[in-house]
């Protein structure tokens, strides 16, 4: 076995990147802490196929908790029942702090511990890694060039922090080699969405990436915008020489590209609507999409997904899977065939009310920008009477730090409802200095009807409350508001927690 070293006093120390000697993953007992995340339930069946013995802990059990037992790991839920003798590392969820009862006992035996994102970047040194990052449209650009490259027979292994019907879930392990294209023979192809909170996209070793956008956001831990492009100049640097095949394909705007690749010694091209990006794409009124290079078409499809958001996220797709060896014939089908993946403009079906059926759908978004377009989009494309917005903000201090941004993202939305915020590593000052009633203040300014609304089941009464003929309802957030929507399709009353 070799040498793993545990060097992280703090989970955000583990972020990270060190000069640590990596491990070799073939054969390592590994212990999954946190096991049922969706991204950590995903690296779990990657390690596996790494030829690692893994097992794990999970202190809520679930669906992925249970697919991973009927795959035949052993995972424990509840309160942690201790650290096994046999263990060669751990591997952690961002969600657990080094007081964590396992991660201490690792700690004070001396085993070695990973989070996801370093896990990850072990990973990409066995395999070709190829990340997608962004602020926004990670997991949907993810999915959508693992499906195109899996429909040119490429076989790639993927992660995602979302689930994808087309794709069997959120991870697969794919081939162990690259089939053809400018990395035939090396390593199996391996696309992962890459994350910049805490700067874990820092640890992950990819061949080519992908950056969407850069936006602020993250900041309780990035505080400033300019150290987020600072952040992802520092990934882009990571990228190997373009004569080693390292490639960087960047929005043309809105990715504070010159920043980003100043410096950098990977091949890098631009892709989105401006005259000139390296690969322009233009979205006609009929819904076809084309991508043109000086002025010669490369693809072209038809979408079914909606937005001009989700265009620019097939766009980039598309062209990083031409450039990894798959036909455009294979491109084009895939991102015509394409449905999207859960959670992401996701119609959840019909709400039977006494006057006619309410299309209801959910989505993701917890970001002004991603719920500015997604709004744009559901207005554009279903032609709703009335839109009907129910959104639970995700963390206080993103909250507090966007506040006048949330308050302008609702234009296309007829009635917003707001739910209490969603706390994730909020502190007692966080959660003090702000509240759904503030946001509601703001958005009400801009002239949009808004109502903070309490707790997700009086967000559900509301609703039902005001629904009227052509309505269209989405729920959005981060958090568990999705609840609100399936709940209203079953048409079943609130109850505690809905």
């Excluded at 091209?269 to 009929?286: I, L, S, V």
């Excluded at 010669?296 to 031409?322: C, I, Y």
């Excluded at 014939?329 to 394409?338: C, H, M, P, Q, T």
Aim: aromatic share 4%; charged share 20%; net charge neutral.
């Amino acid at each position: 076995m070799a040498d793993i070293t545990n060097f992280a006093p703090t989970m955000r120390d583990m972020n990270r990147p060190t000069s640590t000697p990596a491990p070799a993953l073939k054969g390592a007992r590994v212990w999954m802490v946190g096991a049922g995340g969706t991204g950590m339930s995903g690296l779990a069946r990657l390690l596996l196929k790494a030829g690692a013995h893994v097992r794990g802990e999970d202190a809520e059990g679930g669906a992925a908790v249970d697919a991973l037992r009927a795959d035949g790991l052993q995972i424990t839920t509840g309160a942690a029942h201790g650290l096994p003798s046999d263990v060669d590392l751990v591997v952690a969820t961002a969600a657990a702090g080094m007081t964590h009862p396992t991660l201490a006992a690792a700690k004070s035996r001396g085993v070695p511990i990973r989070t996801y994102a370093q896990t990850l970047g072990l990973l990409h040194e066995m395999r070709t890694g190829v990340s997608v990052a962004g602020t926004h449209g990670k997991s949907t650009t993810t999915c959508l060039l693992t499906w195109c490259l899996m429909r040119a027979g490429m076989d790639p292994g993927f992660i995602a922090g979302a689930t994808c019907t087309a794709l069997g879930g959120n991870a697969r392990p794919g081939a162990a080699t690259v089939p053809a294209g400018p990395f035939a023979g090396r390593g199996g192809l391996l696309v992962t969405e890459s994350c910049e909170f805490d700067r874990s996209f820092h640890a992950l070793h990819p061949a080519a990436a992908i950056v969407n956008n850069v936006e602020a956001d993250h900041l309780d831990c990035y505080g400033t915008l300019q150290a987020i492009v600072e952040s992802f100049a520092h990934f882009a640097r990571q990228l190997p020489p373009a004569a080693a095949g390292g490639y960087l394909l960047i929005a043309h705007e809105g990715a504070h590209r010159e920043a980003i690749t100043k410096g950098i010694t990977a091949h890098f091209e631009t892709f989105g609507q401006h005259p000139k990006a390296t690969h322009r794409m233009e979205r006609a009124a009929d819904g076809l999409v084309r991508v043109l290079r000086d002025g010669e078409e490369t693809l072209r499809w038809r979408p079914r997904m909606m937005g001009e958001h989700n265009a620019l996220n097939a766009t980039a797709a598309g062209v990083m899977a031409l450039r990894l060896g798959a036909s455009r014939e294979a491109v084009e089908d895939a991102l015509s065939d394409f449905t999207g993946l859960d959670r992401r403009q996701q119609m959840v079906g019909l709400a039977r009310m006494p006057f006619g059926d309410v299309r209801v759908f959910d989505d993701y978004g917890h970001h002004p920008t991603e719920i500015r377009v997604t709004l744009k989009a559901l207005r554009e494309e279903t032609r709703a009477r009335r839109l009907l917005c129910v959104f639970q903000p995700h963390q206080h201090s993103r909250t507090r730090e966007l506040l006048n941004d949330f308050a302008g993202a609702f234009a296309d939305a007829d009635v917003v409802l707001l739910p209490d915020i969603h706390s994730v590593r909020d502190t007692d000052a966080d959660r003090a200095s702000v509240n759904s009633a503030m946001l509601a203040q703001r958005i009400a300014a801009t002239g949009s009807n808004v109502e903070a609304v309490g707790t997700l089941d009086a967000a559900l009464t509301r609703l039902q409350a005001c629904l009227q003929t052509g309505d269209v309802v989405v729920t959005m957030g981060a958090g568990p508001v999705w609840k609100v929507a399936h709940k209203l399709v079953s048409g079943g009353a609130p109850t505690h927690g809905v």
